[in-house]
């Protein structure tokens, strides 16, 4: 059984900087790792993902500032948060996706239950 567990999150003004850590355990190394966000009111959306030979695939809206990684052991996932901006404001989330490659609408292959997730706050 694949299980996620998230933390890093906190409360930071514009500008500033966070990084998430994600322990994962039970699930195929093969395939990709994942950041995803949720904001209130709003549906979940993925903002980067990590193939299992470090090719890195970001959202739009996160690109440039966002660096998504993950220690050689493929335990730990990370997300390194720079230039944060209030919209940024959300619950973040790691998750598996099941494909080995991550181009395209890797989003589509989330598999596995949500973790607790770590919530991200961004003061104006």
């Known amino acids: 059984q694949v299980r996620f567990l998230e933390s890093g999150g906190g409360s930071v003004e514009a500008g500033g900087s966070l990084r998430l850590s994600c322990t994962a355990s039970?699930?195929?190394?093969?395939?990709?790792m994942s950041w995803w966000r949720q904001e209130p009111g709003k549906e979940r959306e993925g903002v980067a993902a990590?193939?299992?030979?470090?090719?890195?695939t970001y959202a739009d809206s996160v690109k440039g500032r966002f660096t998504i990684s993950k220690d050689k052991a493929k335990v730990t996932l990370y997300l390194q948060l720079d230039s944060l901006k209030p919209e940024d404001t959300a619950m973040y989330y790691c998750?598996?996706?099941?494909?080995?490659?991550?181009?395209?609408?890797?989003?589509?292959?989330?598999?596995?239950?949500w973790g607790p997730g770590t919530q991200v706050t961004v003061s104006s």
């Open positions: 998750a598996v996706v099941t494909r080995i490659d991550c181009s395209g609408s890797w989003w589509d292959f989330r598999a596995g239950a």
């Open positions: 039970g699930y195929n190394s093969m395939y990709c």
């Open positions: 990590i193939a299992s030979d470090g090719t890195a």
